[in-house]
């Protein structure tokens, strides 16, 4: 596609429950990146994929975060036993994993808006 | 670890103003800096980025950056905003010596008043 799309856009869920939010990164890019950003915040880092590997996955907070990227395109993030303070925006980026792939232009989605009740 | 300050949380400027924004980082190794932005309804955007080499960067829209490496500043201007320079503009850095996550600091919102 023209660009990083997300799905949903917005996700209401009550504390407790499940949620996955999905995104779609742009054709050709290897590399992918999920951050959360919280109210009045920048985004914070996450997890980064090269491929279908998770190579750095040192943002996620705890274990009920967790995020595959079987093929190598489509990535899901998934959040276990929802609790309030997981409301936020979350983020995908893609950008094309050259060498250094951190440093790569990064192309952002619209974010998925998750409001746990 | 590495760290960013924007010390503007919300800015109010006239059209035709001139525009700096402030932004200092917390790292002693190698840097890649960034200015990213997101207008109202849109996504995050890269603006500008430095590497290496040149230490004033230019990026799109009239923007430009500067990294003083002795103050740990890269501080956005414009010499002349536009009512549509209107956004939230974030300041990043990730470690190039160590191939780092980027990290955001908290973001300006700027307003021009037309």
């Known amino acids: 596609g023209a660009g990083v799309s997300q799905t949903p856009s917005n996700k209401v869920t009550e504390k407790g429950k499940y949620v996955e939010l999905r995104c779609d990164p742009i054709?050709?890019?290897?590399?992918l990146y999920w951050y959360r950003q919280s109210l009045g915040q920048g985004p914070e880092f996450l997890i980064y994929?090269?491929?279908?590997?998770?190579?750095?996955d040192s943002g996620l907070p705890n274990d009920r975060f967790f995020a595959v990227r079987p093929e190598g395109s489509v990535s899901t993030l998934k959040i276990q036993r929802t609790e309030r303070g997981d409301s936020a925006v979350y983020l995908c980026?893609?950008?094309?994993?050259?060498?250094?792939?951190?440093?790569?232009?990064?192309?952002f989605g619209p974010g998925t808006r998750l409001t746990v009740l | 670890a590495q760290s960013v300050s924007q010390h503007n949380h919300h800015v109010i400027l006239s059209e035709a103003a001139s525009l700096e924004l402030g932004c200092n980082y917390s790292?002693?190794?190698?840097?890649?800096l960034f200015w990213y932005v997101q207008y109202p309804g849109q996504h995050l955007q890269l603006l500008l980025k430095?590497?290496?080499?040149?230490?004033l960067v230019k990026g799109i829209k009239g923007f430009e950056a500067e990294f003083i490496k002795s103050k740990f500043s890269f501080n956005l201007r414009k010499p002349s905003v536009q009512w549509s320079d209107t956004a939230e503009y974030f300041c990043?850095?990730?470690?190039?010596?160590?191939?780092?996550?980027?990290?955001f600091g908290k973001g300006t919102r700027l307003h021009i008043l037309p």
């Open positions: 430095y590497f290496s080499g040149d230490p």
């Open positions: 054709s050709g890019h290897t590399a």
């Open positions: 790292y002693g190794g190698t840097v890649n």
């Open positions: 994929f090269q491929g279908t590997g998770a190579a750095d």
């Open positions: 990043a850095v990730n470690a190039a010596d160590r191939d780092d996550k980027i990290i």
């Open positions: 980026a893609s950008s094309k994993g050259l060498a250094g792939g951190l440093t790569d232009t990064q192309y």
